[in-house]
């Protein structure tokens, strides 16, 4: 029998990722369903030769067939709160906390409608419904799959009486109604660029949720001019977008008649969020 420490050193020597110490320490944990950050406290500890069995067949999925770990794991942490997550949904990235906050800022914790569209695991949705108490939301995408996740991630944060998951192309499943935030993110990655994704992306992420089409920008060019129509007065529309749309985006939002633009960098300091608001009309006319 090996002990604790010996299995992490091991099964991070097989993982060509960025961090093995930790995702072999992280999948230990799940093996021997303990916290992770309390593994270290008994490093001699033995493992049983099941267990130790399944972690290494956890380390060759991860390793060798690069799956990615929220896979692996079954969860992926989103602006502080655990989403489940799995094939057929994609795994909540740290940048989409931009537009979260963002959201949030604006959102200002009235008792507003917001509509997520293409929700996928249902975070933008789910975390904003969280942390704005007063808000209700409905929430599109095109794969019952995910909405079958986002649904049981709203149940996870006691969110799912004030949210609604609809299957259906964009602004579809919601016509002719209106909401005083819409938020988006979806695919935009040229479908050029796909095959030279990280493997974890390109091979086991949904293609649906990834590809943009021949620019990136299929989507938010369907998606923008039926905007006004879906936004009260006033209401924001906030897309995230890869570094570099932002102009194209921007442009697309003012020719639907959207004011108000701001264009939001991520960490790094690249564009990853445009807004654009709906007109305010007044008794007199319009006004920003
Ligand atoms: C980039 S993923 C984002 C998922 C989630 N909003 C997030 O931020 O983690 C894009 C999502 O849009 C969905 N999608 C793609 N095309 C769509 C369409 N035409 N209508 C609605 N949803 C769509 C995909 O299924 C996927 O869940």
């Not at 419904?129 to 996870?156: E, Q």
């Not at 905007?227 to 697309?252: F, K, N, T, Y």
Request: net charge negative; hydrophobic share 45%; aromatic share 4%.
């Amino acid at each position: 029998m090996r002990t604790v420490a010996d299995l992490i050193a091991a099964g991070a020597s097989r993982l060509p990722v960025d961090n093995p110490r930790r995702e072999a320490r992280l999948l230990l944990a799940r093996v021997l369903g303990r916290d992770p950050d309390r593994l270290y406290l008994r490093p001699d500890e033995l493992v049983s030769a099941g267990e130790e069995e399944l972690f290494f067949k956890l380390i060759s999925e991860r390793g060798a067939l690069r799956r990615p770990l929220q896979y692996i794991l079954g969860t992926a942490e989103f602006m502080s709160l655990e989403f489940e997550v799995g094939p057929g949904v994609m795994v909540p990235r740290p940048e989409t906390e931009i537009l979260v906050e963002r959201a949030l800022e604006v959102i200002g914790g009235r008792a507003v409608s917001i509509l997520d569209v293409g929700t996928g695991s249902g975070a933008i949705a789910v975390s904003l419904l969280v942390y704005a108490p007063r808000a209700r939301a409905m929430a599109t995408d095109l794969s019952p799959r995910a909405l079958g996740i986002a649904a049981r991630n709203a149940a996870r944060h006691g969110v799912a009486d004030r949210v609604e998951f609809r299957c259906g192309d964009l602004l579809e499943p919601v016509r002719g109604q209106s909401f005083d935030l819409v938020a988006a993110n979806l695919p935009y990655i040229p479908t050029g660029d796909l095959a030279g994704l990280e493997p974890e992306v390109r091979e086991h992420e949904p293609r649906l949720a990834l590809d943009g089409g021949p620019d990136g920008l299929d989507l938010y060019r369907k998606l923008i001019p039926g905007v006004p129509a879906a936004l009260a007065e006033g209401g924001a529309l906030l897309v995230e977008i890869s570094p570099g749309q932002a102009r194209d985006v921007a442009d697309m939002m003012l020719q639907a008649g959207l004011v108000g633009l701001e264009v939001l960098s991520d960490y790094s300091g690249r564009d990853r969020v445009v807004l654009g608001r709906r007109r305010v009309k007044s008794a007199s006319g319009e006004r920003d």
